[in-house]
């Protein structure tokens, strides 16, 4: 099982519990399920001789990689994610008229400025306005924001909560990538994941769908085969093993891809 760091910058928002944390870390579970094991970390809990262990560490900015950055044992182990928003949070918006100026209003503006880029690519005809503390947004009647709409000016008549963001799909490849979770469960459960969020990254998805599919072929071929045959890297980590190896070895269950050939061959 591998193991995964989620860093938050504390368990309260605006004095109350946030439920950030537990959103995201589902978002992990629903993909890799019992593949990984994550663990939350909150900024303002850490202490001076905390150690960061796990084998991926996953924050929500570049600001906040600088601030974990020296209580994390292995630094490359650090990612940061890019969220989005669920579809089905976002389709309210839809019904706003065309051409609408629309405040976003979220806890910071570098989130602020995250928000207005995903839904920059909803393709919804309407116009983003980061939202700045301070400044007056008086000619403006509609906002959209992710579960904070008590930060949005008490004069705007009409509040979109689009709930709080998710992880996108660039993320989860890249722990899969990270983590060498080659799995083609997983593959499925990310394709039914992505069905349900805004992306960016189409492109990408079609590609990785449509390997997936060559994936399905190659191991209908290889456990056809009357052969055992086994399939290694450079590093002896196992790539293929197909049922009439499994089989030979005498293992009802599948040969793990992150196991190293030597646990199987001694």
């Known amino acids: 099982m591998k193991s995964i760091a989620l860093i938050s910058d504390s368990i309260y928002r605006r004095n109350r519990l946030d439920k950030f ?8 579970e629903e993909v890799f399920t019992d593949h990984v094991l ?25 600001s906040r990689a600088l601030k974990v950055k020296d209580y994390v044992v292995n630094k490359n182990n650090i990612i940061v ?6 579809k089905d949070a976002v389709f309210p918006v ?27 690519h909803t393709g919804i005809n309407i116009n ?11 000619h403006i009647n509609y906002a959209v924001s992710p579960n904070v709409g008590e930060m949005v000016p008490k004069y705007i008549e009409h509040i979109y909560d689009i709930k709080d963001r998710v992880l996108d799909i660039s993320t989860m ?6 983590l060498h979770l080659n799995d083609v469960d997983i593959q499925k459960r990310l394709y039914n994941y992505y069905q349900k969020i805004l992306s960016s990254n189409d492109g990408i998805i079609d590609n ?6 060559k994936t399905e072929e190659i191991d209908i071929l290889l456990n056809l085969s009357h052969d055992g045959i086994l399939l290694t890297d450079k590093d002896g980590n ?24 030597r646990s199987f061959l001694k």
Do not use: Q
């Open 208 to 213: 990785y769908n449509n390997l997936l599919e």
């Open 38 to 62: 994550v663990n939350n970390y909150y900024i303002d809990c850490f202490t001076p001789d905390l150690e960061i262990k796990e084998e991926l560490v996953i924050v929500m900015a570049e």
């Open 173 to 178: 490849l890249l722990i899969i990538s990270k």
């Open 21 to 28: 944390d537990s959103i995201l870390k589902t978002n992990i």
């Open 238 to 261: 196992i790539i293929i093993a197909n049922k009439n190896l499994r089989r030979c070895l005498g293992l009802l269950t599948l040969l793990s891809t992150d196991k190293f050939i």
């Open 94 to 120: 839809f019904s706003i008229p065309d051409n609408t100026d629309v405040l976003v209003v979220n806890d910071s503006i570098e989130t602020v400025l995250e928000s207005v880029s995903t839904l920059n």
């Open 128 to 138: 983003f306005i980061p939202f700045e503390p301070g400044k007056e947004y008086h």
């Open 81 to 86: 994610a890019k969220r989005t928003f669920m």
